[in-house]
């Protein structure tokens, strides 16, 4: 098993564009959940999904949005980029969603620049 | 609103002296607790989890609801433990990390 695989590594955006970043979760897992990493923090959540439903939504604004497909793989998307949304963006995969999970497992995470 | 703070950025011991690294939270219902770690070019992976009360690379956290604080501790340091290491309350909902603490074994 490759563990969860986030693609792209790096990638260097322009104010205002538009980004989609990609996760596959570990075979198995059905529960997937974003993050974002400034440098020098601790990842903020940024959605949670199970069984291709979002369910549980960080503080960020609605540029932001995400989706999982049938096979539990998710994208993450960013509208109308800003250059405080340079980070890493980390994507986690677990098998169930809630209480009584066993942790998530990480992926290296997709390196965002905006300038 | 539901919280996980640790009040030191940078933890540094000497080789073989006992680490302590704190964390504490916020929230008024059963929580779930985590700390995670993150090694030098590595991606963050699970450390352990208070529920299974298993000691993992001779570390343990103890939850202490009365005090709200999960701290993770380990009797001897070995230089191979500096790592960044965060402490993470899941509530079902959302999962929030704490800031995160730099902990240096020094030869």
């Known amino acids: 098993d490759a563990g969860v695989t986030q693609s792209p590594t790096h990638l260097i955006k322009t104010r205002g564009q538009q980004v989609t970043l990609r996760c596959s979760p570990i075979?198995?897992?059905?529960?997937v959940s974003w993050y974002q990493q400034v440098l020098g923090q601790g990842p903020q959540f940024i959605f949670q999904?199970?069984?291709?439903?979002?369910?549980g939504r960080g503080n960020f604004p609605d540029r932001f949005s995400a989706r999982q497909f049938p096979n539990y793989s998710s994208e993450l998307n960013v509208n109308a980029l800003l250059l405080g949304d340079s980070a890493l963006y980390l994507c986690?995969?677990?098998?169930?969603?809630?209480?009584?999970?066993?942790?998530?497992?990480f992926g290296s995470g997709t390196r965002l620049t905006v300038v | 609103a539901q919280r996980v703070t640790q009040p030191e950025k940078l933890l540094s011991v000497f080789k073989g002296a006992p680490v302590e690294l704190k964390c504490n939270y916020s929230?008024?219902?059963?929580?779930?607790l985590f700390w995670y770690v993150q090694y030098s070019r590595q991606r963050l992976q699970l450390l352990l989890r208070?529920?299974s009360r298993e000691s993992i690379k001779g570390f343990t956290a103890d939850l202490n609801k009365g005090e709200t604080s999960f701290h993770l501790k380990k009797p001897f340091a070995q230089e191979e433990d500096s790592a960044m290491y965060y402490c993470?309350?899941?509530?079902?909902?959302?999962?929030?990390f704490g800031p995160g603490t730099r902990l240096s074994v020094l030869p």
């Open positions: 986690a995969s677990s098998l169930a969603r809630g209480r009584g999970n066993y942790g998530y497992t």
């Open positions: 075979s198995g897992h059905k529960s």
């Open positions: 999904y199970y069984e291709k439903e979002e369910r």
């Open positions: 929230y008024s219902g059963s929580p779930e």
């Open positions: 208070h529920i």
């Open positions: 993470a309350l899941d509530y079902g909902q959302n999962f929030v």
